[in-house]
């Protein structure tokens, strides 16, 4: 498999077998939730918890959201690790999963988008 194929879900979605390897990026562990439901969970590539709450409490608007969080992405060791997941996604399946029902207005959305560009 050449191309990278990266899926996403919420926490609250019925693990699938298509999921392939299930990584959780959050800050926070979901409530109710067991360990086992995912393969993977890297606090690293979540929002930091200041720009989380910022969105959450309304201060900032989507595309400040956005814009901040992908800022945050650049650092060493959030690059590492999406470099290791796109590495990952060229031969199986990776679905990045959080806790945000919808997946538009979620850093899983911009998370998958930069692992499906990550150049070698």
């Known amino acids: ?3 990278i194929n990266v899926g996403m879900k919420s926490i609250y979605e019925r693990p699938d077998r298509s999921d392939g390897m299930r ?13 086992e439901a995912v393969d993977e969970y890297l606090r690293v590539l979540a929002p930091s918890r200041p720009l989380l709450q910022s969105f959450r409490d309304g ?7 956005k814009n901040q ?11 590492a690790a999406i470099h290791r997941l796109a590495k ?4 199986e399946r990776l679905t990045v999963i959080c806790v945000c029902k919808d997946a538009d207005r979620c850093h899983r959305s911009l998370l998958r988008d930069l692992i499906m560009r990550f150049d070698e």
């Open 1 to 3: 498999m050449d191309a």
């Open 23 to 35: 990584v959780l990026i959050t800050q926070y562990w979901p409530r109710g939730i067991p360990q």
């Open 59 to 65: 201060i900032l608007d989507w595309e400040r959201y």
């Open 69 to 79: 969080y992908l800022r945050e992405m650049t650092g060493e060791a959030q690059r």
């Open 88 to 91: 990952l996604a060229r031969s």
